[in-house]
């Protein structure tokens, strides 16, 4: 590299042809110092992420997001494995951790119980019919109901005929 010499001269006092020289000197010092520049990866070399000081800590860190990731990833694919394959929910899930329950049998199909709908409709139309929805018999129905109106109240609501009905809703009006 070229060495670097100053000049004590002002440029107040140089000439115009001084001052080119100088500046053209200036300039081919700065080059060469560009030119001359050594690779960064010489000076600084570049290093992996697990090396250095922190390595570990990065290795931990990713071992940790790489573990927390796969986990929600495959999480929805093994909750739909273990509801719909039995023999896996038996071979992988022990039974203390098995909160899964058994469907009931119906007590009717829905033929069965269109069937009986079907019959209870027909019966009442019967009824009707044969005249067994008088008003007389209407007011005796009423007035058997209205004998459990004055009883305390149950505090599960089992005393109410409809749960959904409030105290206050009167089911005589309909």
Excluded at 32 to 45: A, G, H, M, T
Excluded at 71 to 100: C, H, M
Aim: net charge negative; aromatic share 8%; with cysteine.
């Amino acid at each position: 590299m070229a060495r670097v010499t100053t000049q004590s001269v002002k440029p107040a006092n140089m000439t115009p042809a001084e001052r080119d020289a100088a500046l053209r000197e200036a300039n081919e010092q700065m080059r060469q110092y560009v030119i001359n520049r050594p690779s960064l990866d010489k000076v600084k070399p570049k290093r992996g992420i697990f090396d250095g000081p922190q390595g570990h800590q990065h290795f931990l860190q990713l071992a940790a997001v790489s573990t927390f990731l796969c986990a929600f990833l495959i999480t929805p694919l093994l909750g739909k494995k273990i509801a719909l394959d039995e023999d896996f929910r038996k071979k992988y899930v022990p039974s203390w951790y098995d909160y899964s329950l058994e469907k009931p049998d119906y007590a009717w199909t829905r033929q069965e119980l269109h069937e009986q709908m079907i019959e209870l409709q027909n019966e009442l139309a019967e009824r009707a019919i044969r005249g067994e929805f008088t008003p007389e018999k209407l007011e005796q129905m009423k007035a058997q109901r209205r004998q459990f109106m004055g009883k305390e109240k149950s505090e599960h609501g089992w005393d109410q005929l409809h749960p959904g009905l409030d105290d206050d809703d009167d089911l005589e009006d309909d």
